[in-house]
C-alpha cells in the first residue's frame, strides 16, 4: 500500500517534490502525456524526482506515478502542481528607501529577507505585480549582502533575487538674499536639493539649528530676531540635510539701508557747551572732531524741530584757530555727511 499526498513543481526548478505514505519507493512522471524514466528517492515522508530545469512550464499538464519496490503501481496519474513565480528588487538605497520594493510575476505571495545569510524576517505584500517589504531603519548597512526569497500562499519556495544595495549621497545648496539692517527679523533666499535645517553664525556665535524649508518651494525663512546689528557683522548660514550633513555654506551680506541726511551746524561761540544747529534726514548721531582727536559719539536729534545740540564743554575748544569738524551717522553707524564748524568769540 502507498500513495502520493501532494507533488509540487515550481518552473524553472530541476526537481519535482512532494510527500507520500506507505510503501512507495519510486516514480514516473508524465508531461503532456509523454512518459519520462522511472525513478526518484524518498525520505522520511519526502520524494524527489529530477527533471531538466526547462522541461515543463507553466501550461502543462504533468501528472506522476508511485511505485513499490517490485514496479507495482501503488498509486497512478496524481496531478503535479505547477507553480510560477520571478520577481526583481529594486535598488535599496540606504538613508532614503523604507522598503525594499520590486515586481513579480506569477505565484508570488510573501518573501524572507536575509542580511549577510541571516534570516530577518517574513512577510511583505505582492498585489498586482509589485510588491514591497518593510525593512527597519538601519537594518540594512553599506556592505552588507541582501537578498530576497519568494514563496508562494502555501509556502513552497518560488524563486531567490539578491538586492543591490546603495548609499544615498545628498547634495543641495543655499543662496541668502542681502540681508538689509532693520528690514525684519528673518533671514531669507532660496534652497536647491536636500537642504532640510540650517544653522547661522553671527559674530562666531552659533544660532539655534532651524529655518523654514517646508512653506513656499524652494525658498526659505530663518528667524534671527535682531542679532543682526551692523553692516560689519560676520554672518554665514550653513545647510544640512536630514541626517545632518553638512551640503552648503554661504556668507550673509549685510547692508543699511539706503538712508541719507545731512547736518548743518550753527556757529559755534568760543566757551560754550554746546554746538548746535539743525539736521535733515535719517541722522541718528553725531562725532564731533577737535584738531582731528574724535570726541564721544552723541548728540541730541529732535524729530520734530530738526534741531540739535551736541555737548563739547566749555573747555574743549578754546582757539578760533582750531579745526571743529561734525559728522553726521543714520542708526547703523553709517557716514551721512560732514561739515566744519564756524567758530567766534564772544562780543
Known sequence: MGEIKSAVYVVGNSAITGTYSGDVTQFQVTVNGAKLYTGGTTANGTFNYNVDADLIGPNDVVTITAFDKNGRVLDENKPVKIISGTFSPDEYVIGESKEITGTYTGDVHHFELYVNDFKVSDGGSAVGGKFNYYVQNGRIKEGDNVYLIAYDVNGNKLATEPVKVSVY???????????????????????????????????????????????????????????????????????????????????VNVVAPDFNGDIYPDEYILGEAYITGIFEGDVSYAKVYVDGRELKPGGNFDVNTHEFTYYVGANTVTNINQTVTIVAYDQYYNELNRHDVFLAEHN
Open 169 to 251: 549621497k545628498s547634495s543641495g545648496t543655499i543662496t541668502p538674499d542681502t540681508y538689509v539692517l532693520g528690514s525684519g527679523k528673518y533671514i531669507t533666499g532660496t534652497f536647491t536639493g536636500d537642504v532640510s535645517y540650517a544653522k547661522v553664525t553671527v559674530n562666531g556665535v552659533e544660532l539655534s539649528p532651524g529655518g523654514d524649508f517646508l512653506t513656499n518651494g524652494n525658498e526659505f525663512t530663518y528667524y534671527v530676531d535682531s542679532l543682526i546689528r551692523n553692516t560689519d557683522a560676520d554672518v554665514t548660514i550653513t545647510a544640512y540635510d536630514k541626517n545632518n550633513n553638512q551640503l552648503d555654506s554661504k556668507k
